[in-house]
């Protein structure tokens, strides 16, 4: 069976913001942020599928280390279906022409390797994203890139997904996107599980935007203990149909090969503490089915 890159139909359960390689070891200073292992890869998507999960948005962009042609080695052999990514990360990630270009010409960018396709593979992107911001909030050029995105969004009508620092400044980028014009019901603004403020998710799903649960299985960062709790707050308040899920994977040391807990731990261990929360399979496939179906197939 030959499997389809960049399919927006059909999507099945996915999983929202994941990296199928990704190369930020040099600016982090630390080989372990480096995606180069493909067979690990492989066989973590493979669990995965097996697992139930369908599909992946892979918010990996220019300047992060997307690769198109080991993504499309990556889904052949996983079986998984993958949705590729344009757009520009965040200081310190850009390539240098996102410094010397306009927005005007950002933009145009982005619409080609959504409309043409992403070099010459004519793969194309399904997403803008993960487009980001810092943890004071936009720097000039970060602003820059959003409203480029926002312009690509209006010439094409591609969901827009974005990266917070440590969950922060999602009410700024939600503003600064509405304020030009991006419907709501095609973003989503990322990370918020690192933020754990009921105040703050309202006033940030109160714009119309989904929100991102997207780092589960950082215990580090925070306890998946109390992504579960939040979650079931937001989901008793009635918001289970603005949240996505996803675990960015990023480094080595988080897959199974190399002692990790690997993709699947969502599926394994994640969702059954939601179900012991008391969150219901119907809200759980809201999240992990019709929440992504309806950002990438509403008109
Ligand atoms: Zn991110």
């Known amino acids: 069976m030959k499997t389809v890159l960049g399919k927006t139909d059909n999507l099945g359960r996915t999983l929202m913001h994941e990296h199928l390689t990704i190369n930020l070891s040099k600016e982090k200073d630390d080989a372990d942020a480096n995606l180069n292992d493909d067979e690990a890869m492989i066989e973590e998507l493979k669990a995965l599928k097996a697992a139930g999960v369908d599909t992946i948005c892979d918010v990996t962009n220019v ?10 080695m990556i ?17 310190p990630y850009f390539p240098e022409f996102v410094c010397k270009s306009t927005e005007k010409e950002l933009a ?10 992403i070099g010459g593979s004519g793969i194309k992107a399904a997403i803008i994203g993960e487009i980001g911001t810092g943890q004071h909030g936009f720097a ?19 969901p827009i997904t974005t990266h917070t620092t ?3 400044h999602g009410l700024e980028q939600v503003e600064l996107l509405k304020n030009f ?26 714009k119309g935007c989904y929100i991102g649960f997207d780092t589960i299985g950082k215990n580090k960062y925070q306890p998946d203990s109390i992504r579960a709790d939040c979650l079931f707050q937001l989901v008793k308040r009635g918001y289970g149909n603005r949240i996505v899920l996803s675990l960015d994977i990023t480094r080595k040391s988080h897959l ?15 969702i059954p ?9 119907k809200d759980i496939d809201m999240m992990l089915i019709e929440n992504p179906k309806r950002l990438f197939n509403s008109k």
Do not use: C, W
């Not at 300047?63 to 499309?72: F, K």
């Not at 199974?256 to 690997?262: D, E, F, Q, R, S």
């Open 273 to 281: 503490m939601l179900l012991d929360k008391g969150i219901s399979q």
């Open 63 to 72: 300047g992060m280390g997307r690769d198109v042609s080991r993504m499309a």
């Open 181 to 206: 014009g991006v419907d709501t019901e095609k973003l989503v603004i990322g990370h918020l599980d690192l933020n754990p403020d009921m105040d703050y998710y309202l006033k940030i799903l109160d």
């Open 140 to 158: 000039d050029e970060e602003k820059k890139v959003f409203l480029a995105a926002a312009r690509a969004h209006a010439e094409t009508g591609t």
């Open 166 to 168: 440590l969950g922060k």
């Open 256 to 270: 199974k090969k190399y002692g990790g807990y690997g993709h699947s731990y969502i599926v394994e261990s994640f």
């Open 108 to 117: 145009r960018f982005m619409v080609k390797e959504i409309v043409e396709g």
């Open 75 to 91: 889904v052949e052999k996983s079986g998984v279906n993958v949705l590729p990514s344009t757009g520009f990360y965040k200081e």
